[in-house]
């Protein structure tokens, strides 16, 4: 079977080898860079101890140093499931979710003219380089010159010039011999309406050629020279070597600079991208005239991991930016993601590099926000927020956006900041009172429940894993409470890596029983993580541990211990506010207030070590007075040696 023309080559554009390569191999953590798709291990196509077996992602090879196997995605897929081409295409195609093409007898004849349409192209991009050299292209040389394209800049970008004729390039390529249907087909002339000569697309403009990833030229982007023109820019129209949806302008250089350490950036436009490679910025890329699509952003992310996207600073860029966001939440995935960095309002990166040369662009680029705190802006600026209702409908359209991420531990992790984000909307400093400098109220004392809590020996982060173990293995032994607890659950910080694994298959299970959930959880990632978490002796005398299954009892301590989760989180933020204002201003106050703070925690210290002289805890855990017991423990003895009546 013959498949279409371009077909492989998107295939392999949108399948990750590292993906591919992932389910047969384990990566060395310590040779491995993933965030640059540099990727070592063991070769699995020949027995060792070392990791020899290289993955290049953003380039889509493979090769290793032992056996000297090599490849692309498709044929990694051939030698380790043992499958014939057409079977590898077909997986790899299910993989990334693209129909197999239905059978085309006339495959290889498309292929021949696809190739005939790149040579077309490429003798139309040597015709308009040597129109900008000529007389007609003096106003067009004086405005690149203007913006700062000097010599070495318009050979490296291959810009031209059409002339301002309606067969300029048309009568050139008919010259050549080039059959009248490949001109149309390329999309380089339109037929007339009036039953004449076919005309020029583009004329009396300056002309960008547009590669693919494979370097051809594939299309045009037209800048017009007269200001009257109804368009601007131009792009090439759609063809068969020309989706505008599905490729970067400089994408190959870009990829490749990227993958030598250069961040990733997405500008608007063809002159945004060259100035950006003249200030050093190697790895732009920007859409072809279009908002950036779902196809576009997979592209990007194959080549780095979190491209910071820098869209004009005018209300046009500013609405490409929001949309973006729609676009991109669906398809997060662990570290890979976006930041946005804000042009100046009215400037775009050729502007701003223009005018306050590449560090000012760096410190931009270094300031980029990550795309949450832009959907929190959205949502956000220029509203007033002053009743429920309006408060309500803010929760409720966050709500809604956060569904639409896919990946749990991603949602939870917005879910969170969405939280902070709103109490620091909503809950300004307290107000202060005349009787606390700044109004700072003393924290209260520590209640004696917590001063005998087992958690008050560990340090904080100690005590947030000791309290997340429970919460943990409570869900597991009553897993009915899972959908009442679903939005703390996806919440809750697991700062380790086995509680984030637990963490993630039980809201994956939610409607699972204990035994089934024990199971997947076995399987998944086997038993060491569940006999950890159940062997902690603080877990093994919790109330809902004890009594498996019982709901009521489940409820009641999850209850309790998310809040005190929330509490302690609280607490942590007040001290990071403190320390915040510390290095801002140094007054009486703010000495007061951490005084306050420490006298407090020294309380609660000197509390906890009386208590622990004075109690005891028993078989059962629970806390019996030293004194009580030693007075218990004689009765108990006279009674022993009492004598019995006669």
């Known amino acids: 079977m013959s498949l279409p023309p371009?077909?492989?080559?998107?295939?392999?554009?949108?399948?990750?080898?590292?993906?591919?390569?992932?389910r047969k191999v384990t990566w060395d953590p310590r040779k491995s860079n993933q965030g640059k798709g540099d990727l070592w291990a063991s070769c699995p196509f020949h027995q060792e101890k070392s990791a020899s077996f290289h993955v290049d992602d953003r380039k889509g090879f493979y090769y290793c140093f032992g056996c000297h196997a090599k490849g692309d995605a498709l044929s990694f897929v051939q030698q380790t499931e043992n499958v014939g081409f057409m079977e590898a295409v077909?997986?790899?195609?299910?993989?990334?979710?693209?129909?197999?093409?239905?059978?085309?007898?006339?495959?290889?004849?498309?292929?021949?003219?696809?190739?005939?349409?790149?040579?077309?192209?490429?003798?139309?991009v040597q015709f308009f380089r040597l129109q900008l050299k000529t007389g007609a292209a003096s106003a067009a040389r004086d405005y690149l010159t203007k913006r700062g394209l000097d010599d070495k800049t318009l050979e490296r970008w291959e810009i031209g010039f059409a002339p301002d004729a309606w067969q300029g390039l048309w009568d050139h390529l008919r010259g050549k011999g080039v059959a009248e249907d490949l001109i149309l087909d390329a999309?380089?002339?339109r037929p007339s309406s009036k039953g004449g000569k076919p005309y020029d697309v583009f004329r009396n403009r300056i002309m960008f050629p547009i590669r693919d990833a494979r370097g051809r030229c594939i299309a045009f982007g037209g800048r017009a020279m007269d200001p009257n023109d109804n368009a601007k820019y131009l792009n090439s129209p759609e063809t068969v070597l020309f989706d505008k949806g599905r490729n970067l302008f400089n994408h190959a250089p870009a990829r490749e600079a990227a993958g030598k350490g250069a961040q990733l950036i997405v500008a608007e436009g063809y002159m945004d991208v060259i100035a950006l490679d003249a200030g050093g910025f190697n790895g732009a890329v920007a859409p072809l005239g279009t908002a950036i699509t779902e196809e576009q952003l997979h592209l990007m992310w194959r080549i780095s991991p979190e491209p910071v996207i820098a869209l004009d600073g005018d209300t046009a860029g500013l609405r490409a930016a929001m949309r973006l966001i729609d676009l991109a939440l669906p398809?997060?995935?662990?570290?890979?993601?976006?930041?946005?960095?804000?042009?100046?309002?009215?400037?775009?990166?050729?502007?701003?590099?223009?005018?306050?040369?590449?560090?000012?662009?760096?410190?931009?680029?270094?300031?980029?926000?990550?795309?949450?705190?832009?959907?929190?802006?959205?949502?956000?600026?220029?509203?007033?927020?002053?009743?429920?209702?309006?408060?309500?409908?803010?929760d409720k359209a966050l709500r809604e956006k956060i569904k639409l991420i896919r990946d749990p531990s991603i949602r939870g992790h917005y879910a969170e900041e969405i939280k902070a984000l709103r109490w620091a909307l909503f809950n300004p400093r307290r107000a202060r009172t005349p009787w606390t400098p700044r109004g700072k109220a003393a924290p209260l004392a520590p209640l004696a429940s917590t001063r005998s809590s087992l958690l008050v020996a560990s340090d904080d982060s100690g005590q947030l894993r000791l309290r997340v173990a429970v919460v943990l293995a409570t869900l597991i032994a009553t897993p009915a409470v899972i959908h009442a607890f679903e939005a703390e659950i996806?919440?809750?910080?697991?700062?380790?890596?086995?509680?984030?694994?637990?963490?993630?298959?039980?809201?994956?299970?939610?409607?699972?029983?204990?035994?089934?959930?024990?199971?997947?959880?076995?399987?998944?990632?086997?038993?060491?993580?569940?006999?950890?978490?159940?062997?902690?002796?603080?877990?093994?005398?919790?109330?809902?541990?004890?009594?498996?299954?019982?709901?009521?009892?489940?409820r009641m301590v999850l209850s309790e211990e998310l809040a005190k989760l929330q509490a302690q989180r609280g607490l942590q933020a007040e001290i990071d506010e403190a320390v915040e204002d510390l290095h801002h201003m140094a007054d009486e106050a703010l000495t007061w207030r951490l005084s306050q703070a420490a006298e407090a925690s020294h309380r609660a210290l000197r509390s906890e070590q009386q208590e622990r002289t004075e109690y005891e805890t028993g078989a059962n855990g629970a806390r019996i007075s030293r004194d009580e017991r030693t007075a218990f423990d004689a009765l108990l003895q006279r009674i022993g040696h009492a004598k019995p009546d006669n």
């Open 6 to 22: 371009g077909f492989l080559d998107e295939l392999r554009s949108r399948a990750s080898l590292a993906r591919v390569a992932g």
């Open 90 to 124: 077909e997986i790899l195609a299910r993989e990334v979710g693209m129909t197999m093409p239905a059978r085309d007898p006339q495959a290889q004849q498309k292929a021949d003219r696809r190739t005939e349409l790149v040579q077309v192209m490429e003798q139309a």
């Open 187 to 189: 999309g380089l002339a």
């Open 331 to 394: 398809l997060l995935e662990a570290g890979q993601s976006l930041r946005f960095a804000l042009m100046p309002e009215g400037q775009d990166p050729d502007d701003l590099i223009r005018k306050s040369g590449a560090p000012a662009m760096q410190k931009l680029l270094d300031e980029a926000i990550p795309m949450v705190r832009l959907l929190w802006r959205r949502e956000t600026e220029g509203r007033v927020f002053d009743s429920p209702e309006r408060k309500a409908a803010l």
């Open 490 to 554: 996806e919440r809750l910080d697991c700062s380790d890596p086995d509680h984030l694994a637990l963490r993630d298959l039980i809201l994956r299970h939610a409607g699972a029983s204990s035994e089934a959930l024990r199971a997947e959880i076995v399987t998944r990632i086997g038993p060491a993580p569940l006999e950890n978490l159940f062997s902690l002796g603080h877990v093994a005398i919790t109330p809902s541990v004890r009594r498996p299954g019982d709901a009521d009892v489940a």
